[in-house]
C-alpha cells in the first residue's frame, strides 16, 4: 500500500552538515505521522523526530533537539531531516517510518509504525 524511499545521507565529518529525504508513494493517509528512526550496530532503533502530516507539528529526540530539523512536503508527500553540527554518535543507518493515524501519544514508539524504507547510512567521522 505504501513504499517509503530513503535517500541522501552519506559520510560528513564532525561539526558539518547532512540531509536524508524520504519519498512515499501508494495510499495517502490524511491524518499520517512521518518519523525517522536510526539504529546503530547492536543497538535498538532509536526514535529522532517526527511530523504530523496534517498540522505539521514536529517532534525531537532528547539527542537530536535543536540540531535537527524535520519538515515534510504534503503535495510531493516527501520528508526531509536536515542534521547540523552532527557528532559521532549520530552515526548510524536511518530509516523513514509512516503510520497511518497521528498519535502524539505513541509517536516516540518504532513499533506502532505502520510502514518502514530500507534505510540509509550516516556516518560522521572524527
Known amino acids: 500500500q505504501v513504499q517509503l524511499v530513503e535517500s541522501g545521507g552519506g559520510s560528513v565529518q564532525v561539526g558539518g552538515s547532512l540531509s536524508v529525504s524520504c519519498a512515499a508513494s501508494?495510499?495517502?493517509?490524511?491524518?499520517?505521522?512521518m518519523a525517522w528512526f536510526r539504529q546503530r550496530p547492536g543497538k535498538e532503533r532509536e526514535f529522532v523526530a517526527a511530523?504530523?502530516?496534517?498540522?505539521?507539528?514536529?517532534y525531537y529526540g532528547d539527542s537530536v533537539k535543536g540540531r535537527f530539523t524535520i519538515s515534510r512536503d504534503t503535495a510531493k508527500n516527501t520528508m526531509l531531516l536536515q542534521m547540523n553540527n552532527l557528532k559521532p554518535e549520530d552515526t548510524a543507518v536511518y530509516f523513514c517510518?509512516?503510520?497511518?493515524?497521528?498519535?502524539?501519544?505513541?509517536?516516540?514508539?518504532?513499533?506502532?509504525?505502520?510502514?518502514w524504507g530500507q534505510g540509509i547510512q550516516v556516518t560522521v567521522s572524527p
Open positions: 511530523i504530523y502530516r496534517n498540522q505539521g507539528a514536529e
Open positions: 517510518a509512516l503510520k497511518r493515524s497521528f498519535s502524539q501519544h505513541t509517536i516516540k514508539l518504532a513499533k506502532v509504525f505502520n510502514y
Open positions: 501508494g495510499r495517502v493517509f490524511p491524518h499520517s505521522a
